[in-house]
């Protein structure tokens, strides 16, 4: 009941500075083993119903956060602390790069939900890679399942992309869960021409031999984005069957502007940028549904796209998915929304 009070404190300030402001207290608090234990037991909810093996990962719960909310593997023990069953970071590049020139995050209230250019921002791939050999070193093994999602810096070439995905698949091996490979942010220039099949068919074939190559293989998915068309999905379907991929990632922002509550000349003054939230909701539902139906259950689908409650996470559970992630969703509702969802997931 209080985090509508906090969320229009916070709404005050600007998207990234209330992002990091609320994230460093969280990460602050739970230094303290008692307030950790507080936590926990505050926003967790656990229930045998909920547990699932995937990918050959035991995740407690169905309800993960999407990747782009820690960037840089920095809150993850406080992330734990909220219930979440997985946490995918990044989008992991290379080299260090600063992103797209600021603002680039908006909130649109009116239609609950978000708008971003943020353009791959984050310390590159060798200082996360650091970090997250330090928390396994002294986590003592968390049962959080931690995925790293994958992407090119801006200023690499595309034909030369897939030696970026290769770097950060090697650095990354021994420290994640599994992987996504991200070619559908909108916000790095061509990055979504990689969608297309030969682009990604050298990708792949390049990752699965480097993964093969590994004592243990470890999972290997793609993220998609919401505007490729059928012939488009059906290439993706072709392909992950092909390339033996281990799953998909549906979906992820849209560019499209359609159906806004928000005034036109807010969304014009805004700009560019992936559109995230309740107005992806349907689309988000449609993609996972038809992939679903192509696959027959061949391959696994963690969707994405307006998940705000334990409605919107059934939903794409019938509609094929596996698993799901929040992500506007979190800002809008709050701390408990993996309790609220998984809560009513395990009433069903």
């Not at 083993?33 to 050959?56: C, D, I, Q, V, Y």
Request: proline share 5%; with cysteine; net charge positive.
């Amino acid at each position: 009941m209080i985090y509508p009070l906090i969320r229009e404190l916070l709404f005050f300030f600007p998207p990234e500075d209330a992002h990091y402001l609320s994230m460093d207290l969280l990460r602050g608090s739970i230094r303290a083993k008692t307030a950790r234990h507080l936590l926990k037991r505050s926003f967790s909810f656990r229930h045998p119903s909920l547990a699932k093996e995937l990918f050959g990962l035991q995740f407690q719960n169905p309800v993960g956060l999407g990747a782009g909310f820690d960037k840089n593997a920095v809150y993850l023990d406080a992330l734990e602390t909220l219930g979440f069953g997985f946490v995918e970071i990044g989008t992991v590049t290379p080299l260090p790069q600063p992103g797209n020139d600021k603002p680039r995050l908006f909130r649109l209230p009116a239609d609950k939900a978000l708008i971003n250019r943020m353009g791959f921002n984050n310390n590159g791939v060798k200082a996360i890679a650091a970090r997250l050999r330090s928390r396994l070193a002294a986590s003592g093994g968390s049962p959080l399942v931690v995925g790293g999602n994958i992407g090119k810096n801006k200023i690499t070439e595309n034909e030369d992309a897939w030696k970026d995905y290769n770097t950060c698949f090697e650095e990354l091996h021994d420290c994640v869960d599994y992987f996504v490979v991200n070619v559908s942010s909108p916000n790095t220039p061509g990055l979504r021409a990689l969608q297309e099949k030969d682009s990604l068919r050298k990708i792949f074939g390049n990752l699965q031999e480097i993964n093969h190559g590994k004592a243990k293989a470890k999972p290997v998915l793609l993220k998609i984005a919401p505007d490729l068309t059928r012939e488009q999905l059906d290439d993706i379907v072709s392909l992950s069957l092909e390339a033996g991929l281990d799953g998909l990632v549906a979906t992820n922002t849209t560019i499209s502007r359609e159906g806004l509550k928000t005034p036109a000349s807010k969304i014009e003054a805004i700009g560019a940028g992936g559109l995230s939230g309740k107005p992806v909701q349907q689309r988000a539902t449609e993609v996972v549904s038809y992939l679903a139906q192509q696959l027959d259950s061949r391959i696994p689908i963690i969707a994405s796209g307006g998940i705000f409650n334990g409605a919107d996470a059934r939903e794409k559970l019938e509609a094929g998915a596996s698993l799901v992630q929040v992500w506007t969703g979190f800002i809008y509702e709050g701390p408990s929304i993996v309790k609220k969802i998984c809560r009513d997931l395990a009433a069903q």
